[in-house]
């Protein structure tokens, strides 16, 4: 079952826009993190936060998390062209190490 | 240089010719797990191990096998394939409660 659900499914900007995507999980959690995949290719780890963080940066990178309402954003700032890609947020609860994953967000960007 | 490796890159075979996916990594992680990825469907995780002969079923572990006989090695087995396992799989590894490292992945096509 998909415990993270990125919304919105799909997005397009401008080069040099901010994007921002959300995650909604279902289920109290341990850790969040966010995952890019480009085309095809294997993901690779952007940024963990963990339950009792509520921001945390990383280069362009802002991920917020609320736990009152099972969200998290990631907000990526002065896109490139090379951030187009998909963005996924996973989660894991507390006792249990398995990653769950969302369904993702395309993200294209337009130069 | 830290990775996952995933052999082999691509597969085709055809329905009921078993078949076995390697899965290694060079981080002396604990945690290993194997995901599929369908459009529109995300990551859907099959199988995941803490530990040496350690391991559980993930979301859609139906009709897949793992063994986990030494730490580096984590092998996915269909024992039986069907079209219905036509899919891009990955491997990941990580220490419990961090990041997951990603292999490139398996597409595999099963006629």
């Known amino acids: 079952s998909q415990q993270g659900e990125e919304d919105p499914q799909a997005l397009s900007i401008q080069e040099g826009e901010n994007a921002t995507m959300n995650c909604s999980y279902k289920t109290s959690i341990n850790n969040l993190q966010w995952y890019r995949q480009n085309s095809g290719r294997g993901l690779v780890h952007l940024i963990l936060?963990?339950?009792?963080?509520r921001e945390k940066h990383s280069g362009r990178l802002r991920v917020t998390l609320d736990t009152s309402k099972k969200s998290s954003s990631l907000l990526i700032t002065a896109s490139r062209a090379a951030d187009t890609a998909s963005y996924f947020c996973?989660?894991?609860?507390?006792?249990?190490?398995?990653?769950?994953f969302g369904t993702g967000t395309r993200l294209t960007i337009i130069p | 240089e830290a990775q996952v490796t995933q052999n082999p890159r691509y597969l085709i075979t055809v329905t009921g010719k078993k078949l076995t996916v390697t899965c290694s990594q060079n981080?002396?992680?604990?945690?290993m797990s194997w995901y599929r990825q369908d459009p529109g469907l995300g990551l859907r995780q099959i199988y995941y191990?803490?530990?040496?002969?350690?391991?559980d079923k993930g979301d859609v572990p139906e009709g897949y096998k793992v063994s986990r006989k030494e730490k580096r090695n984590f092998p996915l087995i269909l024992e039986s394939p069907s079209p219905n396992q036509t899919s891009l799989y990955f491997c990941?590894?990580?220490?419990?409660?961090?990041?997951?490292?990603f292999g490139s992945g398996t597409q595999l096509s099963v006629l």
């Open positions: 996973a989660t894991d609860q507390w006792g249990n190490e398995k990653l769950t």
């Open positions: 990941a590894s990580s220490r419990l409660g961090e990041k997951l490292f």
């Open positions: 936060i963990r339950s009792n963080e």
């Open positions: 191990s803490m530990n040496v002969e350690v391991t």
């Open positions: 981080m002396n992680h604990e945690y």
